[in-house]
Antibody, heavy 119, light 99 residues
Framework: RLQESGPGLVKPLESLSLTCTVS??????????WVWIRQPPGEAPEWIGSISYGGTTFYNSSLRSRVSLSLDTSRSQFYLMLTSMTAADTATYFCTRLVYSVANYMDVWGRGTKVIVSS | LLAQSPGRLSLSPGERATLSCRAT????IAWYQQKAGQAPRLLIYDASTRATGIPDRFSGSASGTDFTLTISRVDPDDSAVYYC?????FGGGTTVEIK
């Protein structure tokens, strides 16, 4: 139901743009936030940021200066842009659906897309 | 922020697995299972509610800011890394190996 797409290889200092396509559901629900997570090889997942249907965004403070999330409800897609990529950004990037409640948990995940930063 | 223990657990089929996660914030936590090469899968939310399709061998509990995921009778298919999550943070994970 969620599918990430984008380049698998990015050069250092370039920007990464990823798309998450939502199928079998709608972005237009106030019950959810749409989230990007990344996971470097052998490490725990890391929260990148989240966006609501209304465009409210929350970003990981460590990435805030380089990250931007957006969405297009007509295309059922949401997007990640991460600028000034370095080797430390090499990871598998997942898009997920977050159930927005007191608990906040992610019930649907894309399969992930592997991104390597290398010249 | 989220401290998971132990780092690794090696068990035989049918044994009980007890995974811990110590948090510092809200009383709510989620648990995920991640098998090699796959995305994490939601197991438990609200500390103790099983997600859709999760067998009742998996259970979650809480005592203050200490959370526990229990697998009552482990199966070889349970070999995975288990993460706890709260707000925008994940624990470091517990690797469960079923011999």
């Amino acid at each position: 139901r969620l599918q990430e797409s984008g380049p698998g290889l990015v050069k250092p200092l370039e920007s990464l743009s990823l798309t998450c396509t939502v199928s079998g559901g709608s972005l237009s629900s106030g019950s959810y936030f749409w989230v990007w997570i990344r996971q470097p090889p052998g490490e725990a997942p890391e929260w990148i940021g989240s966006i609501s249907y209304g465009g409210t965004t929350f970003y990981n403070s460590s990435l805030r200066s380089r990250v931007s999330l957006s969405l297009d409800t007509s295309r059922s897609q949401f997007y990640l842009m991460l600028t000034s990529m370095t080797a430390a950004d090499t990871a598998t990037y997942f898009c997920t659906r977050l159930v927005y409640s007191v608990a906040n948990y992610m019930d649907v995940w894309g399969r992930g897309t592997k991104v390597i930063v290398s010249s | 922020l989220l401290a998971q223990s132990p780092g690794r657990l090696s068990l035989s089929p049918g044994e009980r697995a007890t995974l811990s996660c110590r948090a510092t914030h809200s009383p709510y936590i989620a648990w995920y299972q991640q098998k090699a090469g796959q995305a994490p899968r939601l197991l438990i939310y609200d500390a103790s509610t099983r997600a859709t399709g999760i067998p009742d061998r998996f259970s979650g509990s809480a005592s203050g800011t200490d959370f526990t995921l229990t697998i009552s009778r482990v199966d070889p298919d349970d070999s995975a890394v288990y993460y706890c999550q709260q707000l925008g943070f994940f624990g470091g994970g517990t690797t469960v190996e079923i011999k």
